[in-house]
Nanobody, 116 residues
Framework: QVQLVESGGGLVQAGGSLRLSCVPS????????LGWYRQAPGKEREFVAF???????NYAEAVVGRFFASRDNSKNILLLQLNDVKVEDTAVYCC??????????WGQGTQVTVSS
């Protein structure tokens, strides 16, 4: 059973920065694509960022220029750098991995709370 474990969430002031990490139970190279999603209270889960096996990243419009995703297969870690955070970025952030058999895996999430 593949597991993804996020860490790095916490309380941060608006305008600040935070770095989230996601580590799989196996090898990160197992996943063709990796991504980050978030879910705010009372809202649907939404896409945040996607990063391909080649390292190409795409972002939701709401986070372009502020959030940066990266993957390091040698260190077996997926990262999401959050810069210039806003109150509306408050959510539970989950990492997602898609294997070459198109199986989706999800982490439990890490809470990010942005104060004004």
């Amino acid at each position: 059973q593949v597991q993804l474990v996020e860490s790095g969430g916490g309380l941060v002031q608006a305008g600040g920065s935070l770095r989230l990490s996601c580590v799989p139970s196996g090898s990160l190279s197992t996943f063709v694509n990796l991504g980050w999603y978030r879910q705010a209270p009372g809202k649907e889960r939404e896409f945040v960022a996607f990063i391909s096996s080649s390292g190409t990243a795409n972002y939701a419009e709401a986070v372009v220029g502020r959030f940066f995703a990266s993957r390091d297969n040698s260190k077996n870690i997926l990262l999401l750098q959050l810069n210039d955070v806003k109150v509306e970025d408050t959510a539970v952030y989950c990492c997602n991995g898609v294997s070459d058999t198109v199986t989706w895996y999800w982490g439990q999430g890490t809470q990010v709370t942005v104060s004004s």
